[in-house]
């Protein structure tokens, strides 16, 4: 079997993508009154061992990832980059040699992409990525499942983006081209996503639009999507965060989406400075069920890493 790395969501590809998001649903469903740490009842990752690195701070992408493992009757090993030879000067090359003998697939949370692309060359099992500075895949996936769970359909979505042009949008814009739905961002001048990825999105044919003003992205929008506005690792500039503030995410903008709009944000958030408290907290908010799809997310990515899907 042709080794699956999921550095990306290109790396699936749409139709795949199309079978996680299906593959959660179903999973979700079936195990709607289980005790949280009984496995599904088929375990189909039964044996399996994920080695889970973290080189950067995690709630979500730790827990979710290891009872993803524990439902999917697997189990995972948690590894800080401080305490293993990796943060010491062992090559990553050597590292990705090493654990390939020893687990069955290998997720990374780090900084710098390019890290996570040498593991998967030296790697003989399944790399995952659980965030790195260019993207976040696994977020999008639980992003789009919740989507689908509030009965949108992905093809002629219209997503709004308000902020930072980061990892999460060049997730979100890879998504678009995959999935066939359009983005509008919002973002200051000099914070705009790479090119790399408006580009992608664009010659698949989906709509991409840039907005300097948050009101323009806003109107008619299906989804609102916002991240901190000081990424993990950033120090905090008070240069950006001042450009930052007409993209606050509030009530005034959900006025002008659509009425069944939804609110989404990867958490931690920062309520008061991209999202107003009242929007946050609001009835248009799904950010718990985002958070919680992390882990149906997961697991569909895992199976998929391991041929399943």
């Not at 593991?119 to 500075?133: E, F, Q, S, Y």
């Not at 008070?238 to 939804?262: S, T």
């Not at 946050?280 to 997961?298: L, M, T």
């Amino acid at each position: 079997m042709t080794l699956r790395h999921f550095l990306d969501l290109s790396d699936a590809g749409g139709d795949a993508i199309a079978a996680m998001i299906n593959d959660a649903i179903d999973r979700k469903a079936t195990r709607a009154d289980f005790p949280k740490g009984k496995p599904d009842p088929d375990a189909p990752l039964a044996g399996r061992v994920l080695a889970m690195i973290f080189e950067k701070n995690s709630t979500r992408t730790r827990v979710s990832f290891d009872m993803a493992m524990r439902q999917l009757g697997g189990s995972a090993m948690i590894m800080e980059s401080g305490s293993m030879q990796l943060g010491r000067g062992e090559t990553v090359a050597d590292t990705a040699r090493v654990l390939s003998r020893m687990v069955d697939a290998i997720m990374i949370r780090t900084d710098d992409h390019a890290k996570i692309e040498e593991l998967a060359r030296h790697a003989t099992v399944p790399v995952i990525n659980g965030l790195t500075d260019r993207s976040h895949p696994c977020q999008i996936v639980a992003d789009l499942l919740t989507v689908v769970e509030h009965r949108k359909s992905l093809p002629g979505l219209e997503v709004a983006w308000f902020g930072d042009g980061n990892n999460v949008l060049h997730s979100i814009l890879e998504a678009a081209a995959l999935m066939k739905f359009n983005v509008r961002y919002a973002v200051p001048p000099d914070y705009e996503p790479d090119d790399e990825f408006v580009a992608l999105a664009k010659t698949s044919g989906s709509r991409i639009t840039l907005c300097r003003d948050a009101l323009e992205a806003a109107t008619d929008a299906d989804v609102l999507v916002t991240d901190t506005w000081v990424s993990m690792g950033q120090a905090e500039a008070a240069e950006k965060l001042a450009a930052m503030r007409p993209y606050q995410v509030n009530g005034d903008l959900m006025a002008v989406a659509k009425n069944d709009a939804i609110f989404l944000h990867c958490l931690p958030a920062h309520v008061g400075d991209e999202v107003s408290e009242a929007v946050f907290e609001g009835p248009h908010s799904v950010v718990w069920d985002e958070a919680e799809n992390r882990i149906h997310a997961q697991k569909s990515v895992l199976r998929w890493a391991f041929g399943q899907l």
